[in-house]
């Protein structure tokens, strides 16, 4: 072979790391997400809204579906109805497991809202469409569509690839991962995992950006309560307490906790950096500069909440009578800490703030365990920049820190490697008319696949 010959070539060496026998066994991607989209339509119709919840009804129609492949899969219920199913296909033991997953309950819904039956799981116009299409059904369905091609072409592994289609991810944890957890550890134990949490973006129908999310902030709610004495309406008086947590509010939306960045953030701006416009790209490789962090906050809230701690009201409660001062009046507080945060430390800081004898701030919940953030050197996360090189040529991969909490958080804590990934045309999550694109359903199914592939397969 003549050296300009092996120049032009090179370069789709270095793009192919997977073997010719893998290669001659790719699936039917198209196939694959048509068939995707008649499991997740199918899967929509289950109404598995927690709570209560009745997960069992949506892991019993994965099973079955599963079994008639010859896939075994068990259910472990936490309580009657509060299903969790597993699946896993062998591998020849030389590493260990690979874990996906995706929750099968979902957020309630306001039927008189939704223009479409939000359990029929009708496709319109390049749209699937049903409570849970974004939030989590169809990262559910893309890890059922996996196992099912796995096992049909008989790829040959390394590790196990478990399939788990948690319960109670929405408001009851303690049916579902952390019922695994606790309960069922050794079924689904990993090296590494994949699951809700990232996400794709398009421009003129081309992927742009593949977010990989490898940590998520803490939730740990509070509540601030005004304390003063319930007296007639008609004689103001200073210790009124809605006057005391209403300045105590203010206080809080002033106070701006100081800028910490993490290994993923900093490497998230620095990448966004690389892709942005030269103005943008100015804030994103100055974000030590106070001016530069306050044009971001105006700019781009969601932005600014990657860089800091955030407080923010979500309920009021006060008074039971026109014209009676209460005695005592709350707020709850919907905080998210930085994944390190000294929280009992944030909430001296908080008082301080608020400044106030009469006002305490004590905390509220929190379900999710404090872990450190998952590599961005690890087989699995490299792996993913492969997979978004060969699917996606045009985009960049952003690694990412979520504001909002996903399972993932307890299987850092026993020390999984975990990743949220996700896909583009996923619409209306927790909201009215939620729906997933078909081609983006079909995209996930791809990467996700790609992905397992590259860190599961023998070579």
């Given at each position: 072979?003549?050296?300009?010959?092996?120049a032009r070539i090179?370069?789709?060496l270095?793009m192919?790391?997977?073997?010719?026998?893998?290669?001659?066994?790719?699936?039917?991607?198209?196939?694959?997400g048509e068939?995707?989209v008649?499991?997740?339509?199918?899967?929509?119709?289950?109404?598995?809204v927690?709570?209560?919840?009745h997960?069992?009804r949506g892991a019993?129609?994965?099973?079955q579906?599963?079994?008639?492949?010859?896939?075994?899969?068990?259910i472990?219920?936490?309580?009657?109805g509060?299903g969790?199913l597993?699946?896993r296909i062998?591998?020849?033991?030389a590493k260990?497991?690979?874990?996906?997953?995706?929750?099968?309950?979902?957020?309630?819904?306001?039927?008189?809202k939704?223009?479409?039956?939000?359990?029929g799981?009708l496709?319109r116009?390049?749209f699937?469409?049903?409570?849970g299409?974004?939030d989590d059904?169809?990262?559910g369905?893309?890890c059922?569509?996996?196992?099912?091609l796995?096992?049909?072409?008989?790829?040959?592994?390394?590790r196990?690839?478990?399939?788990?289609?948690?319960?109670?991810?929405?408001?009851?944890?303690?049916?579902?991962?952390?019922?695994?957890?606790?309960?069922?550890?050794?079924?689904i134990?990993?090296?590494?995992?994949l699951?809700?949490g990232?996400?794709?973006?398009?421009?003129?129908?081309v992927?742009?950006?593949?977010?990989?999310?490898?940590?998520?902030?803490?939730?740990r709610?509070?509540?601030v309560v005004a304390?003063?004495?319930?007296?007639?309406g008609s004689?103001?008086?200073?210790d009124?307490?809605?006057?005391h947590?209403?300045?105590a509010?203010?206080?809080l939306?002033?106070w701006?906790?100081?800028?910490?960045?993490?290994?993923v953030?900093?490497?998230?701006?620095s990448?966004l950096?690389t892709?942005?416009?030269?103005?943008?790209?100015f804030?994103?490789?100055h974000?030590e500069?106070?001016a530069?962090q306050?044009k971001i906050?105006?700019?781009?809230p969601s932005?600014?909440?990657?860089?800091?701690?955030?407080?923010t009201?979500t309920i009021?409660r006060?008074?039971?009578r026109?014209n009676?001062?209460?005695?005592t009046a709350?707020a709850?507080?919907?905080?998210?800490?930085?994944?390190?945060?000294?929280?009992?430390?944030?909430m001296?800081?908080?008082r301080e703030?608020?400044?106030?004898?009469a006002?305490?701030v004590?905390?509220?919940?929190?379900?999710?365990p404090?872990a450190?953030?998952?590599?961005?050197?690890t087989?699995?996360?490299?792996?993913?920049?492969?997979v978004?090189?060969r699917?996606?040529?045009?985009?960049?991969?952003?690694?990412?820190m979520?504001?909002?909490?996903?399972?993932?958080?307890?299987?850092r804590?026993?020390?999984?490697?975990a990743?949220?990934?996700?896909?583009?045309g996923?619409?209306?999550?927790?909201?009215?008319?939620e729906?997933v694109s078909v081609?983006?359903?079909?995209?996930l199914?791809?990467f996700?696949?790609?992905?397992?592939v590259?860190v599961?397969?023998t070579?």
């Amino acid at each position: 072979m003549d050296v300009k010959m092996l120049a032009r070539i090179a370069p789709l060496l270095v793009m192919l790391p997977l073997a010719p026998d893998l290669l001659a066994a790719a699936p039917d991607f198209r196939a694959a997400g048509e068939e995707a989209v008649r499991l997740l339509s199918g899967y929509l119709k289950i109404d598995t809204v927690n709570p209560p919840g009745h997960e069992t009804r949506g892991a019993e129609y994965l099973k079955q579906i599963l079994g008639r492949e010859g896939i075994s899969a068990e259910i472990f219920e936490s309580a009657p109805g509060r299903g969790n199913l597993v699946a896993r296909i062998k591998g020849n033991g030389a590493k260990k497991p690979v874990l996906i997953m995706g929750h099968i309950d979902t957020v309630g819904v306001e039927r008189e809202k939704w223009t479409l039956d939000p359990f029929g799981g009708l496709v319109r116009d390049g749209f699937v469409y049903g409570r849970g299409a974004v939030d989590d059904k169809t990262m559910g369905t893309a890890c059922l569509e996996v196992m099912l091609l796995l096992h049909r072409l008989k790829i040959p592994l390394d590790r196990d690839v478990i399939f788990l289609a948690e319960a109670g991810e929405e408001s009851s944890t303690e049916f579902g991962i952390d019922f695994m957890v606790e309960k069922h550890w050794d079924r689904i134990a990993a090296e590494f995992s994949l699951a809700e949490g990232g996400g794709m973006s398009e421009q003129d129908g081309v992927v742009r950006r593949v977010v990989v999310t490898a940590t998520e902030k803490l939730s740990r709610n509070m509540k601030v309560v005004a304390h003063g004495v319930s007296a007639h309406g008609s004689v103001p008086r200073a210790d009124n307490p809605l006057l005391h947590l209403s300045t105590a509010l203010l206080k809080l939306a002033a106070w701006r906790p100081p800028m910490r960045l993490n290994e993923v953030t900093r490497a998230y701006f620095s990448r966004l950096a690389t892709i942005s416009p030269p103005e943008e790209a100015f804030l994103y490789t100055h974000l030590e500069d106070p001016a530069v962090q306050e044009k971001i906050r105006a700019r781009n809230p969601s932005l600014d909440a990657l860089l800091r701690v955030t407080i923010t009201p979500t309920i009021t409660r006060g008074g039971f009578r026109d014209n009676t001062i209460p005695a005592t009046a709350e707020a709850t507080l919907m905080v998210r800490p930085l994944p390190d945060e000294d929280v009992p430390a944030l909430m001296q800081r908080m008082r301080e703030v608020i400044d106030d004898p009469a006002v305490e701030v004590i905390p509220a919940w929190g379900r999710r365990p404090v872990a450190p953030p998952s590599g961005l050197g690890t087989e699995m996360f490299t792996a993913l920049e492969r997979v978004q090189k060969r699917l996606f040529p045009q985009a960049i991969t952003l690694p990412a820190m979520a504001t909002g909490t996903t399972d993932s958080a307890q299987l850092r804590a026993k020390g999984v490697q975990a990743y949220g990934i996700g896909t583009f045309g996923a619409i209306g999550a927790h909201g009215n008319d939620e729906r997933v694109s078909v081609r983006g359903l079909g995209a996930l199914v791809e990467f996700l696949y790609n992905a397992v592939v590259e860190v599961a397969a023998t070579k």
